[in-house]
Structure formats: structure tokens, C-alpha cells
């Protein structure tokens, strides 16, 4: 974690963030479910994911917020306000995969003083978990 907040005007367009990578386990899946309030049984029951089609438990699109929303406030340090994330899910997370976020900066504003960060959130099964565009607020320079 970023102990001090970067400032808007040393993040540069293209500029990448360091890789995450989350093991994926069924108390991060179903404490993340708990968390969010999402009793939905896919969720926390094997059985009923399976009726589902899948072979396990999966994370739900608020966890996979809540990362997104973790990794972007470890880089850009305690001060940041997060403004907006967007996240378009692909495929499930299941236990015993490793999902890693990868991200770049891709635009600026000068005037809102915000960043916006691609990202992409890609388990090692099936590929693409989650991608989008994070868009979080930094202090200019004093």
C-alpha cells in the first residue's frame, strides 16, 4: 500500500501501474459475498453453483469492485477520492485461480484534476475477469 499520495501532476498518459496478483479462495469469495450483502447461494454454496452450470462457488461483481477499487487506491496513495468505477465482468473467478490486474493511465483533466486507468483483471483459467476504467481524483501540487 501506498503510504503517500501520488499528486496529479506526476502521473503521466501510458504510465503503468504494478501488477496484482489476488489468489482467489472460497473466504475471499464468500467473505466478499457476506460483505456486500449478496446471500445469493452461487455464492457461498457449491451445490448450487454447480446447478448454476459452473464447477464451484464465484466472486460477485460487488468483490471484484471492491478490488479494483483497492488497487487503485494502493497506488494512488491515502488522499485519492475515487470518482467513478466502471467494471464489465467476463469470466467467473472460482477458487484456486490467480486473477491479476494489470493497468495503465490513459486520460487526464486538468481541470477536474482526475485520472482515468484502464484495467484489466485476468484470471489464469479463463481469461478476462473484469475490465473497465477507473476514474479517481489526486491532489495537485500545493
Known amino acids: 500500500m501506498n503510504k503517500t499520495t501520488r499528486r496529479y501532476g506526476s502521473v503521466a498518459i501510458g504510465e503503468k501501474l504494478p501488477p496484482l496478483r489476488i489468489d482467489i479462495t472460497s473466504g475471499l469469495i464468500i467473505g466478499g459475498a457476506i460483505a456486500s450483502r449478496d446471500f445469493t447461494p452461487v455464492h457461498h454454496d457449491k451445490a448450487a453453483a454447480q446447478a448454476g452450470g459452473l464447477p464451484d462457488i464465484f466472486m460477485n461483481i460487488l468483490t471484484s469492485n471492491g478490488l479494483i477499487g483497492r488497487y487503485v487506491t ?17 469470466a467467473p473467478n472460482l477458487p484456486g485461480f490467480v486473477m491479476t490486474i494489470t493497468a ?7 481541470a477536474a484534476g482526475t485520472v482515468d486507468i484502464a484495467y484489466s483483471g485476468d484470471n489464469n483459467v479463463w481469461g478476462t475477469h473484469m475490465s473497465g476504467i477507473v476514474r479517481v481524483a489526486l491532489p495537485k501540487e500545493a
Open 104 to 110: 495503465e493511465v490513459n486520460a487526464k483533466d486538468d
Open 74 to 90: 494502493d497506488w494512488a496513495g491515502p488522499d485519492c477520492t475515487l470518482k467513478r468505477i466502471d467494471v464489465k465482468l467476463g
